[in-house]
């Protein structure tokens, strides 16, 4: 089956980083683009940033452009978000997300939140 598995939330200050993994299984994973989602407390759930599946090609929400970078290792498979100067508005649980057969599949989440 497919399987998303979120890790490397945490707490940190404003200004700090972290580094979200996902690792993914189930299914071809070369053949997919992996998105990451966020949904903070009250609020609907919203894309934060995707990768392509062959040219490698990358989109980011704007409100985070700039400050994170989306990259994936095929060989792992794992696809990563790189999350630099934080800030209290990033707080939230982060998602990943394949769509596999017109299926959207995600994971459990990891919380990521910034202190101000």
């Known amino acids: 089956e497919v399987q998303l598995v979120e890790s490397g939330g945490g707490v940190v200050q404003a200004g700090g980083s972290l580094r979200l993994s996902c690792a993914a299984s189930?299914?071809?994973?070369?053949?997919?683009?992996i998105g990451w989602f966020r949904q903070a407390p009250g609020k609907e759930r919203e894309g934060v940033s995707c990768?392509?599946?062959?040219?490698?090609?990358?989109l980011y929400a704007d409100t985070v452009k700039g400050r994170f970078t989306i990259s994936r290792d095929n060989a792992k498979p794992t696809v990563y978000l790189q999350m630099n100067s934080l800030k209290p508005e990033d707080t939230a649980v982060y998602y990943c997300?394949?769509?596999?057969?017109?299926?959207?599949?995600w994971g459990q989440g990891t919380q990521v939140t910034v202190s101000s």
């Open positions: 990768i392509s599946s062959s040219d490698g090609s990358t």
């Open positions: 189930g299914f071809t994973f070369d053949d997919y683009a």
């Open positions: 997300n394949v769509r596999v057969n017109l299926h959207n599949y």
